[in-house]
């Protein structure tokens, strides 16, 4: 059997930042697979710089034209976050008391090197039933390969395990993702005469006071499988005014929620509009206030007693949790598949210098994705 380490060295030498094409590391996979016969195909897109973006769907299976069904999907995306100058090394795996470090070691090339090492060793003549890889590109900036896939009607399957660092924990279920940009418009005057104008800083505080309020609110609805067991809301970026002597005449900030997966994200929406429009009768002072939705993605959830979450315990009394980042699996679920998410590392060492990645972890990583592969599709 391949080692995932060594393949792991080669696939954090290709470059493959969001801002850039991923078809090198994307050509890299090819070469592997092809040899061992496996049948590839592409789901190209240009991101809005015009730059060249590749999906990729490989199957030890022939693949007709049209939509691709599976019985299981192993999904890896193969963008990394950017690096800087002070990580010299980002691209040279290197070994330190039993870690591999590197951009990417954990999020999520070593998981994409223990995917090609289990695929290495599939018997092919004992699957009765379709196995497909799948990977995606920018996952980092909005999952848009797995978004492009799904609009393409691409691909459907029944089970998907999903790569990111989970310490091989299980993870059945997610929050969602979602972002509105919030623009509060009112009238600029000189600040010594505070009447001639209407401050959207002021406004703008006003109406996140009703923000909150609606946070307090959100508690009510509870799903215990989560830390904190409800849809959160935050204000991470405010932004207004001009000047110190300047009444501001716009404020704007950025409202992010994570909705649990048992309720609708367009829930938080639809409040914010009830605010708003209460807002605008009450104050009747000129303001107005534009909300554009940036991203609007639930949650998922997997029964604890799937086939696929079953697939890949370690042992009958593993840990099954849920996990606190975004991920593809939501998307994974509405393409029909009930889907986990597992792989090796820690997502506490990743987006940094300290990006690692343990060798153990790695090397079973590639024992519990053959074991999956063979209950679910031998």
Known sequence: MIRPQTLLRELVAIPSVSSMSNRPVMGWIQRFLEPLGWHSRQFCYDDAAGV???????????????????????????????????????????????MLHGCGACDVKGFLACVLAAASSVNVGEMSKRLCLVFTADEE????????????????????????????????????????????????????????????????????????????????DRNNAFSPPWTTLNVGEICGGTAKNVVPAECSFLLEWRPV?????????????????????????????????????????????????????????????????????????????????????????AHSPRECVPIAELEECVTILGRAIKELCG
């Open 141 to 220: 900036v909005g999952c848009r390969g797995a978004r492009f896939l799904l609009e393409s009607d691409a691909i459907r399957a029944r089970y998907a395990i999903v790569g990111e660092p989970t310490s091989l924990t299980p993870e059945r279920a997610g929050k969602g993702y979602c972002l509105a940009s919030i623009k509060v418009t009112g009238r600029a005057a000189h600040s010594a005469f505070p009447e001639a104008g209407r401050s959207a800083i002021f406004a703008a505080a006003r109406l996140l006071r009703e923000i909150e309020a609606l946070a307090l609110e959100l508690m009510v």
């Open 261 to 349: 997966p048992t309720q609708r994200p367009e829930v938080v929406l639809e409040r914010l509009s009830e605010i708003i429009r209460r807002f605008e009768e009450e104050s009747r002072d000129g303001f107005e206030i534009q909300v554009e939705v940036l991203r609007m993605e639930g949650g998922f959830e997997t029964r604890i007693d799937s086939a696929v979450i079953q697939a890949v315990m370690k042992k009958t009394d593993s840990r099954v949790q849920t996990i606190a980042f975004g991920t593809e699996a939501p998307w994974m679920a509405r393409m029909g598949a009930e889907a986990v998410v597992i792989g090796p590392g820690s997502m506490l060492t």
């Open 52 to 98: 060249e973006k590749v999906n990729l769907v490989v199957s030890p299976q022939p693949m007709e034209e049209g939509r691709i069904e599976t019985e299981l999907a192993i999904v890896c995306h193969t963008d990394t976050v950017p690096f800087g100058a002070e990580w010299a090394d980002a691209t040279a795996l290197h070994e330190r008391d039993g």
